[in-house]
């Protein structure tokens, strides 16, 4: 990397701050223990992006639950070339037969990547099968997906910080920011 | 394509869990390298899709004849979706808009999705390849041209009918049409319509 990179420099606007995130995580946790209270509850989340935020929603959580973590390969990754279909580089590490799944992403936006984890994980026979989301950004939806647990629903903005990246850094940012569009010209 | 089976060998990737995959077989002769792009992005995510397997007629002359129809880059058919590229200049984009918007209105039931290039470039800047994005973009991403016209910038819709076939075996000469859902309106009364 030829620049220096500033994180917080790099983001042009506070989108949703630190502050917007925990409140929404604290209602999302109460709600998912309402609507989940008395079943056997499993978080999976989609690695990398949703780390940040399933940490959080699991702990503002009041009933019983297991997680599980899946990662998938991206369009324009590594894996994109030798193959040209996805990867699932983690599975699951249990079954979740039975189980009520809550899937835990970061943000949607094509929804390509969630329908094709929603197929996988059908055949994996769960009781029910529904789906948490940080950030909604529907214009970018090419893929129609009901979404249970919405906390933002975000304008068409490239967006990083609380686990999302731009090219692997700005995930440890606290906040969702709009990333300044000459980060991502500059090498144009 | 050819490493298929090798993608399975991921850990609990068994073939029998994956998702369905699309159907192995050679590419169509895309118009634009935008269009190619898009048909690999739905590949790698084991959307199934159609290039241009459909035409619509969208406008007809006094005599009833087609004049006029548009034909979506793609379908989808398992979310039952029309995806269409447009990457093309600002002047195109307008004639797009407004072939889509008589499109909607003639066949309402239809999905469509428009993707214009800005469109085009998040989701290369999604992927990391947004230095794709541009060369992809306008004219510059036109590659030889399948619609019988030499000029790149040419709506890519039939000189005469749609209903006719291309000549040379183009793609144009395997679409199914369409037909519209509207029966017994005037055709002066749709061309009117259309005119505006």
Request: charged share 25%; glycine share 6%; with cysteine.
């Amino acid at each position: 990397m030829s620049r220096t990179v500033d994180l917080e420099a790099d983001v042009q606007d506070v989108l949703v701050s630190e502050d917007q995130i925990q409140a929404k995580v604290a209602d999302l946790g109460r709600r998912i223990s309402e609507d989940y209270a008395g079943r056997q509850l499993t978080l999976v989340s989609v690695l990398k992006g949703s780390l940040p935020f399933m940490a959080d929603l699991m702990r503002s959580i009041t009933i019983p639950v297991r997680i599980d973590l899946m990662e998938v390969s991206s369009y324009g990754g590594a894996s994109t070339e030798s193959s040209g279909l996805v990867r699932i580089l983690k599975d699951l590490s249990a079954s979740i037969e039975g189980d009520d799944v809550l899937i835990v992403e970061d943000i949607i936006d094509t929804g390509l990547t969630l329908n094709y984890l929603l197929r996988y994980l059908r055949g994996k026979n769960p009781a029910s099968l529904r789906i948490c989301t940080l950030l909604d950004k529907p214009a970018r939806r090419l893929v129609e997906i009901p979404v249970d647990y919405i906390g933002f629903t975000i304008p068409d903005q490239f967006v990083v910080g609380y686990g999302l990246d731009y090219g692997e850094i700005y995930r440890n940012l606290r906040f969702v920011g709009v990333l300044r569009p000459e980060v991502y010209t500059a090498g144009e | 394509m050819t490493d298929r089976d090798g993608a399975l060998d991921t850990p609990g990737a068994r073939e029998e869990d994956r998702p369905d995959s699309p159907a192995l077989s050679a590419p169509p002769a895309f118009a634009h390298a935008s269009e190619a792009e898009m048909s690999r992005i739905l590949d790698f995510y084991g959307v199934r899709w159609e290039y241009e397997p459909h035409t619509f007629p969208i406008l007809w002359n006094l005599e009833g004849t087609v004049v006029e129809s548009f034909t979506p880059d793609f379908y989808l058919p398992d979310l039952d979706l029309y995806l269409e590229m447009t990457t093309l200049r600002q002047k195109l984009v307008r004639k797009k808009n407004r072939k889509l918007r008589r499109l909607r209105a003639l066949y309402p039931d239809i999905r469509i999705k428009l993707f214009y290039a800005r469109d085009f470039r998040a989701l290369m800047l999604k992927y990391g390849k947004l230095a794709l994005a541009d060369a992809l973009s306008g004219t510059s991403g036109q590659v030889v041209p399948t619609h019988g016209s030499d000029d790149p910038s040419t709506p890519t819709e039939p000189a005469s009918s749609p209903l006719a076939p291309a000549p040379g075996g183009s793609t144009l000469a395997r679409r199914r049409t369409h037909r519209r859902r509207r029966s017994s309106a005037p055709a002066a009364a749709t061309a009117q319509a259309a005119a505006q």
